[in-house]
Nanobody, 119 residues
């Protein structure tokens, strides 16, 4: 299982970024996907989750109305569109999933992509 994030960078408050997470090694369409973030000195927290079919999404209260999670099954990729960015959104962003392997559920994360929001 591999998850590779991209799209992070430096952006001014109010700006936008689109993160991508390219996946391989598992049947992408069978699993929900989650974007997490971890700010310096803080624990990793879930930001947005999308169901395996894409019909259901959930967001942290702090990003509702600003972030949108989506997925493209043909490309085995999940996205996070981030608008109206704030300095508090500064963090390393990770995509993650939990895959059933045999009888065990195993969590996986990518290496992360840095998002820095500053003027």
């Amino acid at each position: 299982v591999q998850l590779v994030e991209s799209g992070g960078g430096l952006v001014q408050p109010g700006g936008s970024l689109r993160l991508s997470c390219a996946t391989s090694g598992f049947t992408f369409s069978n699993y929900a996907m989650t974007w997490y973030r971890q700010a310096p000195g803080k624990e990793r927290e879930p930001v947005a989750t999308i169901s395996h079919g894409g019909s259901s999404t959930n967001y942290a209260d702090s990003v509702k109305g600003r972030f949108t999670i989506s997925r493209d099954t043909a490309k085995n990729t999940v996205y996070l569109q981030m608008n109206s960015l704030k300095p508090d959104d500064t963090a390393v962003y990770y995509c993650g999933t939990v895959v059933l392997q045999g009888s065990d559920w195993t969590p996986y994360w990518g290496q992360g992509t840095q998002v820095t929001v500053t003027s």
